[in-house]
């Protein structure tokens, strides 16, 4: 149909990071840099009285303390869903309230970072009070908001609706009626959020790992009433985001403040404690899904509610339903989305933000049909599939979910699975469940600039709006311009993440590969079609070096910008101010979703009752696979994620002390080497034929969608004890 598949060839940075030579913001260094650290509030909500930082400020080695009092005067940089660039709207120590606990109320800069720690923790300050909320049950209902984002994006909370669910729910012969609830958790990005700021003649430069520089340049812009163009950021490489790094975080003003103030360069990483209240998280959200079908196992009405905890100064709107309603064809879908406001910061995006509550609530409610059916759960999901998107009628670009489902099947050996559940036993006494469940997510685009060039000493500069987050994106785009030019991938220099190179736009959504990959692709081209006009019928054998070299000049160069089909010229402007500007999953003319099966088998111990993930195959439908070995890391992370959602993960909160007690990752738990069993990991590797040239579409979020469904399927299968909530433990299966 198009290209061959892709090759296996290993990451492009993978000697480098197995060296320790790929530099993280935080490995800045500089001889006459300063250390900073935040001392952080010890209530929820209210007001900070005074401060007493005369300790902090006699202690050998501190250069520097500000609090409220003496920070001076910014911009808040505005939350980056209502036209902000911030993950929340909130800027501390701008003021002497006190949102959330865990919230910054003075800086201490010092030679070193033992100074600054200790100075930080001398600081004393004297609190007023109020009453705080932290828990979704807690809230009384007029504190539940419903579709009130008047800054934001209507569609975010507008109902999805296809045909009458509720009365086709009410007419059904077979229902299934549940609710489900999904725990606060933290991501853990193991490069800590960090940020090393330095003022050079005039130009302020930002070392962060991030997934959006230019919301960094833009809204730090605007919180220092500086020109953009005197901002640059620099992000090469990101230690894990995971949506965590998605916007404007509170330290970066910090630190700039402070090199600014002291006219030399600060470093503030944010320790591991105080990330989990000054960044943001996955919000508690609770789930109730209807569903009808027919005694063949053809689902009729679906109905899917979902409040969510968001906080008390932000709006940040779920979009839960909006997956379950295209994950299968259901004529009569209903939708929608509730807030919740609590005394805490900000939630935002962790890797299949909506996505992963959605699929553990909807998948286990389809298993749970199933069973009520006496149908096999892979046929009543094949029974239920579309080709047309339900929520628009439009058809979809590409759907392989069938596919994956028959693949993992296979893969898995399902024909041999016992439907009774509690009937399968290991020769240990363990029970045995197999489950299975699926996930889609949209394919996004964000429109993309990039820059080519070629010279004469045989290398390929290539710089794009994107960020390397681990995920493989520079392996990605190493793979596409290997292919277009022919040229050895030691010869490539990939520009990512650095808004010296081109307009960085916010990569997150799994929108990365299909935004930069097609732009490789396109830049590479304009470069061959700029050389054949140096060198008008060179030999095509030729390397670029070589035509050159024929041509007697030292270098060529290229420039592209592409966007999404339907895009308005427009979003080129919002991708240069650090606005998000992605497209999808709705286009004009089609709607583009990955989809993925995965298939897990569980031991419950006879006597312990431990839970243990044995094996899980998951069977990806992304469109082309453009890096094999980086996507096969990415379903596997996503696995260990989802294994770690199901029986592991969640923050902790006491609504009578607020804000998240296991703040460390000795007590948030997630899982070990040793809790991992056998993944296999499988693409359809079927190019997507619309939405974009090299056909992608996306994986990093879609490879965590369903599993934790199909760890609590399995469960049921195992013991017939049906869980509704995260994580499961041992005390639900006793
Ligand atoms: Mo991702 S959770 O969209 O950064």
């Known amino acids: 149909m198009s290209e061959p598949t892709f090759p296996k060839s290993p990451r492009i940075d993978a000697l480098d990071k197995v060296r320790g030579a790929a530099l993280y913001a935080a490995d800045q260094s500089r001889p006459d840099m300063l250390h900073a650290a935040l001392a952080v509030s010890t209530i929820n909500r209210g007001e900070v009285l005074s401060i007493d930082t005369r300790a902090a400020r006699a202690l050998t080695g501190v250069k520097l303390v500000l609090t409220h009092a003496d920070m001076g005067e910014y911009k808040p940089p505005g939350h980056v869903l209502a036209g902000g660039f911030g993950f929340q709207s909130i800027q501390p120590m701008l003021s002497n309230k006190v949102a959330y606990r865990g919230q910054p109320i003075a800086l201490v800069v010092a030679e070193t970072l033992e100074a600054a720690l200790e100075g930080a923790a001398l600081i004393k300050a004297k609190y007023d009070s109020q009453p705080f909320q932290v828990t979704l049950d807690g809230a009384p209902p007029k504190d539940i ?7 934001l994006p209507q569609e975010m909370f507008a109902d999805k609706v296809a045909g009458d669910a509720d009365a086709a729910f009410a007419a059904a012969a077979h229902r299934v009626d549940a609710r489900y609830t999904h725990p606060p958790q933290h991501q853990n990005p193991i490069e800590l959020v960090s940020t090393v700021a330095e003022w050079r003649k005039g130009t302020l430069v930002i070392h962060e790992g991030t997934q959006n520089s230019g919301a960094i340049r833009h809204g730090l812009a605007r919180q220092l009433g500086l020109d953009p163009a005197r901002i640059e950021v620099i992000s090469p490489q990101c230690g894990g985001g995971f949506g965590l790094k998605n916007s404007l975080q509170m330290q970066t003003l910090f630190a700039a403040v402070a090199s600014r103030k002291l006219g030399q360069p600060v470093k503030l990483v944010v320790p591991r404690s105080q990330l989990f209240h000054d960044a943001s998280f996955r919000p508690a959200s609770r789930h109730h899904i209807q569903l009808g079908a027919d005694a063949s196992g053809k689902i009729l009405a679906a109905v899917h509610e979902a409040d969510q905890q968001t906080s008390r ?8 339903a909006e997956m379950s309603a295209r994950l299968y064809g259901i004529p009569n879908f209903r939708g929608r989305e509730r807030l919740v406001r609590t005394d805490v910061q900000t939630p935002g995006y962790m890797r299949a933000p909506f996505e992963q509550p959605a699929s553990f609530a909807f998948e286990s409610a389809v298993d749970e049909l199933a069973h009520t059916l006496g149908i096999d759960p892979v046929a009543l999901r094949l029974r239920n599939d579309t080709q047309r998107d339900v929520l628009t009628g439009k058809p979809l670009s590409s759907r392989f979910l069938a596919e994956c489902l028959q693949e993992g099947a296979k893969r898995f050996g399902w024909n041999k699975r016992k439907a009774q559940p509690a009937s ?19 394919a996004a685009t964000s429109p993309t600039m990039a820059r080519i060039a070629a010279t004469r000493d045989g290398r390929i500069l290539f710089a794009v709006g994107g960020h390397e987050m681990g995920q493989g994106m520079r392996s990605a785009i190493a793979n596409v311009l290997v292919r277009q030019l022919r040229v050895d991938p030691q010869a490539l220099v990939i520009q990512v993440g650095d808004t010296r190179g081109a307009p960085q736009h916010l990569t997150a959504g799994s929108w990365g590969t299909a935004s930069v990959v097609p732009a490789a692709q396109e830049a590479a081209q304009a470069l061959l079609a700029a050389l054949a006009e140096l060198a008008p019928g060179h030999d095509p054998a030729l390397t670029p070096a070589q035509v050159l070299a024929l041509a007697g000049r030292e270098r060529v160069e290229a420039e592209v910008r592409r966007k999404a089909p339907g895009q308005p ?63 096969d890391s990415q379903v596997r992370g996503g696995v260990v994620w989802g294994i770690g959602a199901a029986l592991r993960e969640i923050s902790e909160v006491d609504p009578r002390y607020g804000g998240f007690l296991n703040a460390d990752l000795a007590e948030y738990v997630v899982p070990v080497n040793a809790d991992i069993g056998q993944i296999d990991v499988a693409f359809i ?30 469960v049921h299968h195992a013991t017939a004890k049906r869980i509704r909530h995260l994580p499961i433990r041992i005390e639900d299966v006793l």
């Not at 908001?145 to 800054?151: K, M, P, Y």
């Not at 590797?685 to 469904?709: C, F, I, R, S, Y």
Request: aromatic fraction near 8%; charged fraction near 15%.
């Open 313 to 320: 100064h932000d709006l940040f709107p779920g979009v839960y």
């Open 569 to 631: 010229d427009a979003v080129y402007g919002r991708l240069q101010g650090g606005m998000p500007a992605p497209a999808g999953p709705a286009y004009p003319e089609f709607v583009s979703m990955s989809y993925v099966a995965h298939f897990v088998e569980v031991s419950v111990e006879a006597v312990t009752r431990r839970i243990r993930v044995l094996r899980v195959v998951s069977v990806v439908d992304c469109g082309r696979v453009v890096s094999p070995v980086t996507a």
């Open 685 to 714: 590797d079927q190019p997507d034929p619309l939405l974009n040239a090299t056909g992608v579409k996306g994986l990093g979020e879609v490879a965590m969608v369903g599993v934790a469904a199909a760890i609590a399927n399995a």
């Open 145 to 151: 908001v419903a579709q009130q984002g008047s800054l």
């Open 424 to 442: 399968m036993k290991a020769k240990n006494g363990a029970a045995i469940g197999w489950g299975v469940a699926c996930g889609a997510y949209k």
